[in-house]
C-alpha cells in the first residue's frame, strides 16, 4: 500500500505547487476583501474568537444558513469492525464484522448501489496468497457480480495503476456494473482514499478499510453502517456524485454547481433521530477543493471537534505525521499537532493517542509522537499520552504482504464520535479525497447506548490491551514493531 501511494502521487508535485500557489494568493486577496467586509459590519468579538484554521472553502461560521430540516427517517446505527484473524480481546466490548455489514447491506439493496473505493484486491489471485481467509472477500466479489446484473452498480475508483490488479473491476463491469475511475494524479496530485457505500439512496457504510479481502479478516478496520435514513444517504450522494462526476469530466469546477451543495455542516448539522436518539450528523469531505459550497473540509471538521472538547480527545489512527508526507520538496504541516498541544494547554483536554506500528511504519513517525507525548506533566495537567499498537502475526500471517496492523481511523471525545478514512497526515487533507461523519448524539434516551460510548468503549479495549504500548522517549521501536 505504502509504495502504490508514493508512485501514485509522485509526479506532478512542482506543477501542482504552482498552481496552489497562485490559487492560493488569489483565495488570500478574496479572504481579506471578505474580511475586512465583515470586520466593518460585525462585532469586532466574533472575529476575534480564536477559530483555528480555516481553508478558504470552509463555511464561514458568520453565515447562518437556515437551519437544517429535521429527517424523520428512523435512523439505524451499528458500529462495524473487522478484528484480524487471531486478536483476541479480554472484553465484552464487540460489534458486527464489516464483512457481515456488507452481506446485510447487499440483501437490502432493491434497486441501487454506489461504492467508492480507493482499489480492489478482494481475492486471492489478486495478491497473489493462498489463504483460506481471502474466502469472505471472495464472497463480497461474487455477490457484487451477482448484484450487478440485477440493479443499478455504480462504483467510483481511484484510476489503477498499470501494475495494480484490475480483475475484479473488469469483472464487475463485465457484469453490469458501471465504473467511473477518478484521475486523482492528474486532479490534486493525490489519490481517492474514501471508501463508502451508499444503498438504495437509504442506507449507509463509511469506514477505513478497502476493497480489500485483507480488510476483512487480516487488518483491523473500524467502520459505521446507518440503516434506513434517507436524509444521510442523500447527503452522501452529493459526495459519491462528485466523484462520479470527476471521473467523466477529469477537472475540478468551480465553484461547484448547486445540485453539490449542502445545508448540513459544522454550524448547521442535520437533526435526526438516531438509534431513537435525538443526534446531529454532518458528513464532512477532502480536499477542500472536492467541497461544494456548504460542505466542511474533512480537516476543518477534526480541528472543530478537537476545538469542541472539554474534558478527552481519544484518537485511533494508523499513520500521523505533522508533514506534507508525500510531498517533495520536504514540508511541515502542523494544523492537527498545533490543536492538539493548544487545547491540551489552553483547556486541559486529556489527549490519547494509539497509533500504529508495523514494517512499514516510517521511523520519523515515531520522533514527531514522542515530541507530543513530551507534553505530559501532572502537576500543571498536561496530558498527552502515545501508544502504539501492535497486531501481532504468525510467520505464516507475517507472509501476507501489508497486512497485519490496526488501520482505523477514528477520534472520540467528551461529545462528537468522528469516524474517518483518511490518514492523518497533511497530504490525506489537502490533495486525497476521503470523507467522514460527525455524529453528535448529547444524550440517550434509549436504553442503547449512544455511538460516542460505544466508540470510546472499543478506544478503551484496544488502549487497555495487550496489543498496545506505551511511548516513551526511551522506546526502543525495533524491538516492538
Ligand atoms: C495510510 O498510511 C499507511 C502508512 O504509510 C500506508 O501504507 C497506507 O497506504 C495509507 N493509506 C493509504 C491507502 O494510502
Ligand atoms: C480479563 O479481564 C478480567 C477483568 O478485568 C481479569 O480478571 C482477567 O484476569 C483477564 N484475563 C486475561 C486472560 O487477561
Ligand atoms: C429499516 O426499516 C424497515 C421498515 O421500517 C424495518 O423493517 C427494518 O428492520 C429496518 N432496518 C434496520 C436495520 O433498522
Ligand atoms: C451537540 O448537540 C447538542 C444538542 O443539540 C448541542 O447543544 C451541542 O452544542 C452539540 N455539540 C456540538 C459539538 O455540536
Redesign the pocket.
Known amino acids: 500500500m505504502d509504495t502504490t501511494y508514493k508512485q501514485l502521487v509522485d509526479m506532478e508535485w512542482r506543477k501542482q505547487d504552482n498552481r496552489k500557489t497562485q490559487l492560493y494568493s488569489k483565495s488570500v486577496i478574496i479572504l481579506v476583501t471578505v474580511a475586512t467586509v465583515l470586520l466593518v459590519s460585525m462585532a469586532l468579538y466574533n472575529l476575534l474568537t480564536p477559530r483555528v484554521s480555516s481553508s478558504p472553502n470552509a463555511p464561514s461560521s458568520n453565515l447562518r444558513l437556515p437551519q437544517g430540516k429535521s429527517c424523520s427517517d428512523p435512523c439505524n446505527i451499528v458500529l462495524v469492525e473487522s478484528i484480524p484473524e487471531g486478536l483476541e480481546f479480554n472484553s465484552t466490548t464487540t460489534h458486527p464484522s464489516i464483512f457481515q455489514a456488507w452481506l446485510n447491506l447487499m440483501a437490502e439493496a432493491r434497486s441501487s448501489l454506489d461504492i467508492a473505493s480507493f482499489y480492489w484486491t478482494l481475492t486471492n489471485k489478486d495478491t497473489g496468497t493462498h489463504e483460506p481467509t481471502a474466502l469472505q472477500g471472495e464472497t463480497i466479489l461474487k455477490k457484487l457480480t451477482q448484484l450487478s446484473g440485477k440493479l443499478s452498480v455504480r462504483i467510483a475508483v481511484n484510476t489503477p495503476q498499470e501494475t495494480q490488479p484490475q480483475d475484479n473491476l473488469q469483472l464487475l463491469s463485465d457484469s453490469g456494473a458501471d465504473i467511473r475511475t477518478v484521475n486523482m494524479r492528474e486532479l490534486t496530485s493525490g489519490v481517492l482514499h474514501t471508501k463508502f457505500w451508499i444503498v438504495d439512496k437509504k442506507h449507509i457504510y463509511i469506514g477505513s478499510a478497502n476493497m480489500d479481502w485483507r480488510s476483512l479478516t487480516q487488518v483491523k478496520e473500524l467502520g459505521a453502517v446507518v440503516y434506513n435514513c434517507s436524509c444521510l444517504a442523500a447527503d452522501l450522494g452529493k459526495i459519491f456524485e462528485a466523484y462520479w462526476f470527476l471521473g467523466e469530466s477529469q477537472s475540478i469546477p468551480s465553484p461547484w454547481p448547486a445540485s453539490f451543495s449542502t445545508l448540513y455542516n ?1 454550524n448547521t ?1 442535520l ?1 435526526l433521530q438516531l438509534n431513537n436518539t ?3 450528523v454532518y458528513l464532512s469531505s477532502s480536499p477542500p477543493s472536492f467541497c461544494a459550497s456548504g460542505r466542511t473540509p474533512d480537516i476543518q471538521s477534526i480541528l ?2 478537537m476545538d ?1 472538547a472539554r474534558s478527552y480527545i481519544y484518537i485511533a489512527v494508523m499513520n500521523y505525521l505533522p508533514t506534507m508526507e508525500f510531498s517533495h520538496p520536504k514540508k511541515y504541516w502542523a494544523d492537527i499537532d498545533t490543536q492538539l498541544r493548544r487545547v491540551a494547554y489552553e483547556r486541559r483536554v486529556k489527549v490519547r493517542m494509539l497509533i500504529s506500528c508495523w514494517a512499514s511504519t516510517q521511523p520519523v513517525m515515531f520522533s514527531f509522537l514522542k515530541s507530543l507525548a513530551s507534553v505530559y506533566d501532572p502537576k500543571s495537567k498536561l496530558d498527552i499520552q502515545v501508544r502504539l499498537f501492535v497486531v501481532p502475526a504468525t510467520p505464516k500471517q507475517k507472509e501476507i504482504p501489508f497486512a497485519r496492523v490496526n488501520h482505523n481511523k477514528y477520534m472520540v471525545t467528551d ?2 464520535a468522528y469516524i474517518g478514512t483518511s490518514n492523518w497526515s497533511g497530504d490525506y487533507f489537502v490533495r486525497t479525497a476521503g470523507s467522514a461523519m460527525v455524529v ?3 444524550e440517550s434516551l434509549s436504553l442503547e447506548p449512544t455511538v460516542q460510548s460505544q466508540l470510546k468503549a472499543v478506544f478503551e479495549r484496544d488502549w487497555s490491551s495487550e496489543y498496545s504500548t506505551p511511548l516513551t522517549q526511551h522506546s526502543n521501536l525495533k524491538h516492538l514493531c
Open positions: 459544522e448539522p437533526q435525538p443526534s446531529s472543530s471537534v469542541d461529545k462528537i453528535n448524539q448529547t
